[in-house]
């Protein structure tokens, strides 16, 4: 108990009691801490430190603001003798101690159910359920980068018709290596860091705003909501910039087993930590990872029915003019659909991190006239809530700029 001896204004009653001044304005408005006022100023005596003591006290006992306030109506009001105030006072803390006895059991239901919960998480195996690499029967939609021939397998090992190492050889000498069950083609292939892990998602979500979370989170549930309207069966998906692999997860179970999705990125790490994910899953699907450049994918020219431009042509813009779609367009078929998500800016400012040349590519006009030009008809499209701050990984937008996102289904 603190002994209050002069009266104190609210700064010095606030930090003789270790709360903030909010705090004790908060028990003011409720009438609970009630200090005299002298022009202008409130002034904090011993009957406001009696009044806080027995709040504080009331508190550690359960009481809510609410109740205490009941309490302390009782005490202004009543006056009553001791042998009734002893009743009225048994009865409400007989009645808190029922209601806390009440969550006690409720909460040990709840650490029941979770210990069975991390019990049940603890049983399941961490080795991948099956080992993932190219299918055998897909070689029929590769052909070589460099001047479109025929590629061969050499020195290929193969499990349960997967091809996970190999070579893939074409006779004009050119050569495609398979690692690791990964395609990869190019000399334009990255690799960085990525946790072996899944902690690289929770690390994006504590390091990314609440509102581009959000942003993102409403797009990938749209567009799961396409997919699943779509006709996949013995269909080629090709998707450009798979990344972290965040489409891909949503729509993973949506996938018939007899399509086929292609998922490109160049960095090689990231496939590597999105396949390694992706074989741990129950049910196998005709995934191929291929780790090339955009325009140096070996596969046919018209031989994908769906592409998936999930930020991927957004992320392109940053360093080329190219509307990415257009220059991707030879491996489309004439009649294929279109699912994209772009990152479109509502502004840009003076200091903007997007070069001038690059910015047509981030404007929703710019962006609808380019798909529209590659005869992409609309079927559905959606407009996100602008977002002013990302994230360590969406740092290309700065103070002062609004970013949203614009996604677009079509068919042509």
């Not at 009553?80 to 009645?95: A, C, N, S, W």
């Not at 813009?317 to 489309?332: A, C, G, I, R």
């Not at 740092?395 to 068919?411: A, H, I, N, P, R």
């Amino acid at each position: 108990m603190i002994i209050i001896g002069d009266n104190m204004r609210i700064g010095k009653f606030a930090q003789v009691n270790n709360l903030s001044i909010d705090t004790i304005r908060h028990y003011m408005d409720l009438g609970l801490i009630l200090p005299e006022k002298q022009g202008g100023q409130y002034y904090f005596d011993s009957r406001c430190q009696k009044a806080l003591d027995q709040i504080l006290n009331l508190k550690g006992l359960g009481f809510n603001l609410n109740e205490i306030k009941i309490i302390f109506f009782y005490e202004s009001f009543g006056r009553l003798t001791d042998y009734e105030g002893d009743i009225y006072y048994r009865e409400l803390f007989i009645d808190k101690h029922r209601k806390v006895s009440e969550e006690i059991e409720r909460l040990l239901k709840i650490k029941d159910k979770l210990k069975n919960e991390i019990d049940a998480m603890s049983e399941k195996s961490s080795e991948p359920a099956f080992e993932m690499g190219i299918n055998l029967k897909n070689l029929e939609l590769f052909k070589c980068s460099k001047c479109n021939g025929s590629l061969v397998l050499k020195d290929g090992r193969i499990s349960n018709n997967q091809i996970i190492n190999g070579t893939l050889k074409c006779s004009c000498g050119e050569e495609h290596i398979i690692e690791s069950g990964i395609l990869k083609a190019g000399n334009s292939i990255y690799t960085s860091s990525v946790n072996s892990d899944d902690n690289s998602i929770s690390d994006y979500i504590s390091l990314t705003s609440t509102s581009y979370l959000d942003n993102l989170h409403k797009g990938l549930e749209w567009s799961s909501r396409k997919i699943e309207n779509l006709k996949l069966n013995e269909k080629v998906l090709l998707e450009l910039g798979t990344g972290m692999g965040f489409f891909l997860r949503n729509i993973y179970n949506q996938l018939p087993e007899d399509c086929v999705y292609i998922a490109v990125d160049h960095n090689l790490e990231r496939h590597k930590f999105l396949k390694k994910l992706i074989e741990k899953a129950p049910n196998p699907k005709n995934i191929i990872f291929i780790c090339s450049d955009f325009l140096e994918i070996p596969i046919k020219e018209r031989s994908v029915d769906y592409i998936l431009d999930i930020s991927g042509s957004s992320n392109y813009s940053f360093e080329h003019e190219e509307f990415l779609l257009k220059s991707v367009d030879s491996y489309v078929k004439e009649d294929a659909c279109l699912l994209g998500s772009f990152i479109t800016f509502k502004n840009f400012s003076g200091n903007s991190l997007i070069e001038r040349k690059y910015r047509k590519n981030f404007l929703a006009k710019n962006i609808k006239q380019e798909i529209e030009s590659l005869n992409y008809k609309l079927i559905e499209e959606r407009i996100s809530d602008t977002a002013d701050k990302g994230g360590r990984y969406e740092s290309f937008f700065v103070d002062g700029e609004k970013v949203y996102s614009y996604s677009f289904l079509g068919k042509r």
